[in-house]
């Protein structure tokens, strides 16, 4: 039978974290339409209720998760809440994350390990929480990583990102080795710049550290590397994660999917 691309997560559970707004926002109402189920986790509680409004007002079903990924026990109990109120975990999108923009001389010890606790520390505990339930019968489920395309390349005044985001793509690597017996595989997805907040946060904070102006930042530095000067829109990720998501078949575990406007082919 030829595999046939589906858009269907009906009868799906999906844990989502950093789900309170952005592209995390966006997966939760993406996943939510398809017909899953959708556990919101997020260290803004507020926000994640704000999402589990949203999704349920539009005749969806959610639950919001107050999470720090940085913590083990806010972690795992986040996932058994999730699995005690609907019954398991099919989908983990691993999303939480934030950005820092300095030199690596001006940088504190502290920010740095903050910064790698939320990306690699978070990946990891969501992902253990996660396959502690997908591996029991081998009952197996998809594990997506929100990358970025620092996974494959780098730029200035943003080592920790840059560290974080490499070493999430060899988690996935490693997971979809590790699974592939139990039937759960992973995927990263790596976007070049998107317009949320953390980027547009990021703007101004290039344009002082180099004494530029705001366009130039945009122009010559964001979208430098794209082949059509064009960023990657949130609906280009959060749809991407949806055809992962309800792929048929394992063809694509362990695999970063680029979408970057052709930012670092690979």
Known sequence: M????????????????????????????????????VGIADINFEGAQETVDIITKA??????????????????????????????????????????????????????????????????????????HMYKDNKGGTIIYIGSIHAHDASLFKAPYITAKHGLLGLCRAVAKEGAPHNVRSHMISPGFVRTAMVNEQIPLQAAEKGISEESVVNDILLANTLNKEFTTIEDVSQTALFLAAFPSNVFTGQSINASHGWCMR
Do not use: C
């Open 2 to 37: 030829a595999t046939q691309v589906q858009q269907d997560l009906t009868g799906k559970i999906a844990l989502i974290t950093g789900a309170a707004a952005g592209i995390g926002r966006d997966i939760a109402e993406t996943y939510a339409k398809a017909g899953a189920i």
């Open 59 to 132: 005749g969806g079903k959610a639950l919001a998760i107050n999470m720090d990924v940085r913590s083990e026990d806010a972690v795992n109990s986040g996932v058994k809440q999730l699995i005690d109120t609907f019954g398991g975990i099919d989908i983990l999108v691993s999303n939480a994350g934030i950005q820092l923009i300095n030199p690596i001389n001006k940088m504190t010890f502290d920010n740095w390990k903050n910064l790698l606790a939320t990306h690699l520390d978070g990946g990891f505990l969501t992902t253990k929480a996660a396959v502690e």
